[in-house]
């Protein structure tokens, strides 16, 4: 019996093992399309390759500009469609987009332990903050940012924290099994 839990258990550890560094071994996506009715804001700071940031004025609704940067980012991982969204403070803005950023909300779209996206939506409250790009009115400016991660560091991590975490686990048992032939003896 304690054979077969033994085969058990290295067949399912190698099964984690195998899937998680598949998961995390896959290419980032590119950059995600924008909404089909926006027009890119060609303005410096809205078009930084560097920091992976793009920003583009729609009339697109909050929830229809956060649905479809949502499919775009599980289209592009067809391996393991696992993402999740977590939204900030408008105020995080000018921390986590850039300096002067403003917004009204902030979605970030996660695949965990990969890449994420964040989505900046600025909708004018009052009259003089009325989005108007070259001539044409816009309900919505939306900065998008892409924060990529690289492969192969993703998987280093991994390995190093399974190695650490097999290192601890056997000095933890060493020193149960120390402790227990202590108490044993007297």
Do not use: C
């Not at 809205?46 to 583009?56: H, T």
């Not at 697109?60 to 939204?87: A, G």
């Amino acid at each position: 019996m304690k054979l077969l839990l033994n085969i058990v258990f290295y067949i399912l550890t190698a099964v984690v093992l195998f899937g998680t560094v598949a998961y995390l071994s896959v290419p980032s996506p590119h950059f995600p399309k924008p909404p089909s009715d926006s027009v890119q804001s060609v303005e410096k700071a809205d078009v930084e390759n560097f920091y992976q940031r793009r920003a583009y004025f729609t009339d697109f609704s909050r929830e229809d500009i956060l649905k479809h940067y949502e499919q775009e980012f599980k289209k592009q991982n067809l391996l393991l469609n696992i993402s999740y969204t977590v939204t900030y403070p408008p105020e995080d803005a000018q921390v986590l987009i850039r300096d002067q950023t403003r917004s009204v909300y902030l979605p970030e779209i996660i695949h965990p332990f990969r890449e994420s996206l964040f989505v900046n939506v600025f909708e004018a409250k009052t009259a003089k903050d009325e989005i108007w790009y070259r001539g044409v009115h816009y309900e919505r400016k939306i900065t998008v940012r892409y924060v990529p991660s690289d492969p192969r560091l993703r998987v280093g991590i991994l390995t190093a924290a399974v190695l650490g975490l097999l290192f601890l686990l056997r000095e933890i048992l060493t020193t149960f099994f120390n402790i227990a032939k202590r108490i044993v003896k007297k």
